[in-house]
């Protein structure tokens, strides 16, 4: 591969580790925001995060932090979504990739949190769309989408293989996420040579398409079921907004 990339540029990896499932509802436990690239050393931010509310048991033997650890060593959700923000904006003014696995979820859970806690998200910041953004599940699902295999990160660290040092764990789930931004584009060329906004754009219509497969699969047993296609993030239902474009 010759030739400047974004690939050459440093990028911000970023994970939490929440309550539970659903992005409209789940509170923030761990977060973390890597640096890496740009022929620069690797910087991590970490925190743990008292979300205020008790923390499922089914989503402690996940990621293995407790109610009672999260009450004693965590930050408050205002502290920790002010720091992460600061670093998605900073990263994001400077036209540089924010990378986060399965994006739909983490970035809609971090859009919620914000606006649970009265922080300013990400795009009221910029004024602007949060882009760009790698997310490498998107990615794989479109250049291999005959694969086989499950596509979960771990499972993809192995397909590919890259470096994984345990999931469920934000940093070690943000340091895979960049090294698989990293290895897809040497797997598949085509995606280095795409320019950043226009690979941001192909993933928003690459996410639409599948999820409306998916949509199609499930309604051969429930004709309701509904797959949203929002990507990057799930615009807020109960507001109607949108991030702006």
Known sequence: MTGTTWLDSRMLALDFETTGTD???????????????????????TWIVDPGVDIPDEATAIHGITTDRARAEGVTPQAALTDVVNHLVDHLAKGLAVVVFNARYDLTVLDRECARHDVDAPAARLGAELAPVIDPFVID?????????????????????????????AANDAY???????????????????????????????????????????RRTDPAAIVDGSWPLIPNQRTGEEPPR
């Open 23 to 45: 992005p409209d509802t789940a509170r923030i436990v761990a977060a973390a925001v890597v640096l890496v690239g740009g022929d620069q050393p690797p910087v991590t931010g």
């Open 141 to 169: 699902k479109h250049v291999n989408r005959y694969r086989r295999g499950k596509r979960t990160l771990p499972a993809m660290c192995q397909h590919y293989r890259v470096r994984h040092d345990g999931p469920h764990e």
């Open 176 to 218: 895979a996420a960049a090294r698989l931004a990293w290895r897809l584009p040497r797997a598949f060329p085509e995606l280095a040579a795409t320019e950043l906004p226009v690979l941001h754009q192909r993933q928003t219509e690459w996410a639409a398409a599948q999820a409306a497969s998916l949509q199609d699969y499930r």
